[in-house]
């Protein structure tokens, strides 16, 4: 029994066939370039990896192309998925938990497209396709908002016009939920215990952090969109709106130019022309000032938010690095916790140069907060999401 994990992006479609019980993946792939005359299909399984190129022209095409490598390799979706896990990205105030797909729920996500002009249409397209190729196993839409829904007013809450901001729904809704609620259970069972007060620093291409009480998050740094908070690969995270303002009449920007400026041109990308973490490194070992710079102002962003969570926390006893870049990029561990040996954290070198796919404790025995690297796994996530409401709903 398996259940399909489908996360459906502008341009890529990732599907990953996972076993809910066990959490082993049974076979993970990609297709890219959706829209161009060389898409990419790349299935691993098995411990082999199959690579295709041909025309992907549109997310139908995409998903067919995904289903049909996968029939290839001898998986047989029709007789083993029992439910397919959809990754939406906005919920809205509309949807608190992952949720059964029927027509309503599709419509409705799509009318959220809204508020994720990038994102929402992509995964309904991603979601119409897969329910035509598998219509009679349960879909499941897993939402990147749901876990914030219950942030406190205070943290959700922008300080402009109250009754603008009800009639466009603007406020603070957080996304990476699927991942922050994922490593804060496992932070909590890791060190075996339910009253745990973190800070989750997702650092991946896109990054967030949350401050979670008792499995509850107060606050998030990402906001209506994505784009808010931690610098990130291609965004720029926090940055005053009078820039926008500002480049709409000074230079003559028009709003879809602005929005590509800050979501695509942006963060390490727009400092220093590559977005990837690796290739900075290697940047900054050459000396690039400009690289230099970047990781400064990424650093300088990290630990702003690592000391605003400490205090609406009042009392910390985790940290945890996860995604990419906070998995295995032991500088940046080690840059965002340097000197706060006063503040009880402390991280242990030897330990922080380890490498593991397993949780870890990075810190020393003396420190008061305990400082972790746990893996992500939101595909695992989704698909024990779905099953679950699969079971309750239809008794599969
Ligand atoms: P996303 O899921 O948001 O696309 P990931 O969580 O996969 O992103 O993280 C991608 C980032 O992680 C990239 O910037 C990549 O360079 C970085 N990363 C991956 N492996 C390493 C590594 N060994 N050292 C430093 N950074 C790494």
């Given amino acids: 029994m398996s259940v399909l994990v489908v996360n459906s992006g502008s341009s890529s479609v990732k599907f990953e066939l996972v076993d809910p019980d066990s959490g082993d993946s049974i076979a993970a792939g ?20 199959i690579e295709k190129r041909r025309e992907i022209a549109d997310h139908t095409v995409g998903l067919a192309v995904a289903f049909e490598i996968l029939a290839g390799a001898g ?54 396709v897969a329910r035509r190729q598998l219509p ?4 499941v839409a897993v ?45 909590a069972e890791f060190l075996g215990r339910e009253d745990l007060n973190q800070i989750v620093l997702h650092l991946g291409n896109g990054a967030s952090a949350s401050a979670i009480e008792s499995g509850i998050p107060i606050d998030t740094s990402m906001g209506l969109t994505p784009l808010e908070g931690l610098v990130m690969g291609t965004r ?11 480049l709409r009449r000074s230079a003559d920007m028009d709003v879809d130019a602005i929005d590509e400026l800050l979501n695509r041109r942006s963060g390490l990308a727009g400092l220093t022309g590559v977005n990837d973490f690796r290739e900075l490194g290697k940047r900054i070992d050459d000396g690039d000032a400009d690289a230099v710079l970047a990781y400064e102002v990424y650093i300088h962003r990290l630990r702003k938010y690592i000391g605003a969570y400490m205090l609406a926390l009042g009392r ?20 965002a916790l340097a000197n706060l040996r006063g503040f009880g954290i402390e991280i242990d070198p030897e330990r ?28 695992l996530a989704i698909a024990r999401a779905a099953q679950k409401l699969a079971r309750t709903t239809t008794g599969v």
Avoid: W
């Fill in 30 to 49: 990609l297709v890219e370039q959706i829209g161009e005359l060389q898409g990419r299909v790349v299935l691993d399984y098995r411990g082999e990896t």
């Fill in 75 to 128: 998986v047989e979706l029709g007789a083993d998925v029992t439910a397919v896990g959809h990754r939406v990205v906005h919920g809205g105030d509309v949807f608190h938990e992952p949720t059964l797909i029927d027509e309503k729920v599709l419509q409705q996500i799509s009318d959220l497209s809204s508020l994720a002009p990038l994102h929402n249409p992509p995964n309904v397209l991603g979601i119409e």
């Fill in 136 to 139: 009679n196993v349960p879909h």
């Fill in 143 to 187: 939402f990147d908002t749901a876990f914030f829904h219950s942030l406190p007013a205070a943290a959700s809450t922008y300080a402009i016009d109250r009754e603008i901001a009800k009639k466009h729904h603007i406020r603070r809704y957080g996304f990476h939920g699927t991942s922050h609620q994922y490593v804060s259970l496992r932070a």
């Fill in 236 to 246: 720029c995270g926090d940055i005053d709106p009078g820039v926008v303002m500002h």
């Fill in 316 to 335: 910390l006893d985790a940290i945890i690095f996860t995604a990419g870049v906070g998995e295995n990029a032991a500088g940046v561990r080690a840059d």
């Fill in 352 to 379: 922080n140069m380890m490498r593991s796919k397993e949780a870890r404790v990075v810190s020393t025995e003396g420190s008061a907060v305990t400082v972790l690297v746990i893996p992500t796994n939101e595909e």
